[in-house]
């Protein structure tokens, strides 16, 4: 079975603030998820991605497949931004997502 | 688009009770999934099912049942309902395994 970390587990930050979060898995993956957990509870899908790097206004997804390891960055941070942000990941041909217990970002005005 | 709808938002049942929590999705596709979700863990599997007319266990099935019963619907059954089974629960779809997933907005339940 997969593990999945995420770190920080709580992060505060300065609006305009450049965040990392982390996300790291023990076992080989065919993809792997970013996704956004709003206080109200929905939750979002913001990237899907195998390999290298994706953008999206001011969200970066990376994975270096070889250190089993993806960061979510998201550049000139804003209080919109605060949210749950939560890794998971596909093993190889499988249905199965193993989450991480999430990220918990709060921007500051 | 409504994407995926699960209903009810809310539910209180009394320990022995039985309920369904319907999902359904307007994607076309493929993969439908039931999780949990409990303060301090990830999100847990419940069931899945990777096509119509499929369904298969995953992390935590004991005290559930589900239904595929189209391409669009699948519901998720508590038979009778335990304290434990208190939590959050999403039903989310993707197109495929390793697919895009979407979430419905959530289902609250408390068993007392």
């Known amino acids: 079975k997969n593990e999945v970390e995420q770190s920080p587990q709580n992060l505060t930050a300065q609006e305009g603030e450049f965040i990392t979060i982390n996300c790291s898995y023990s076992v080989g993956i065919s993809a792997l998820h970013w996704l956004q957990q709003h206080p109200g509870g929905g939750i979002v899908s913001l990237f899907m991605?195998?390999?290298g790097k994706k953008k999206h206004g001011r969200l970066i997804a990376t994975i270096n497949i070889q250190e089993k390891h993806s960061s979510l960055h998201i550049t000139a941070s804003h209080p919109r931004d605060s949210a749950v942000y939560i890794c998971?990941?596909?093993?190889?041909?499988?249905?199965?997502?193993?989450f991480g217990k999430g990220t918990k970002l709060s921007v500051i005005p | 688009n409504a994407g995926v709808t699960q209903t009810p938002k809310f539910q209180v049942l009394k320990t022995g009770q039985s309920m369904t929590l319907q999902c359904a999705q307007d994607?076309?596709?493929?993969?439908m999934y039931w999780y949990r979700q409990d303060p301090g863990m990830g999100l847990r599997l419940i069931y899945y099912?990777?096509?119509?007319?499929?369904?298969d266990k995953g992390e935590v099935p004991n005290g559930y049942n589900v239904s595929r019963l189209n391409k669009r619907e699948f519901s998720l059954r508590l038979e009778s309902a335990a304290p434990s089974q208190t939590s959050v629960y999403f039903c989310?779809?993707?197109?495929?395994?390793?697919?895009?997933?979407?979430f419905g907005q959530g289902t609250r339940l408390t068993v007392v």
């Open positions: 994607m076309n596709h493929n993969s």
């Open positions: 998971a990941v596909n093993g190889a041909g499988s249905y199965q997502l193993t």
């Open positions: 989310a779809s993707s197109g495929d395994w390793g697919r895009e997933a979407f």
């Open positions: 991605l195998s390999s």
């Open positions: 099912s990777a096509s119509e007319g499929t369904t």
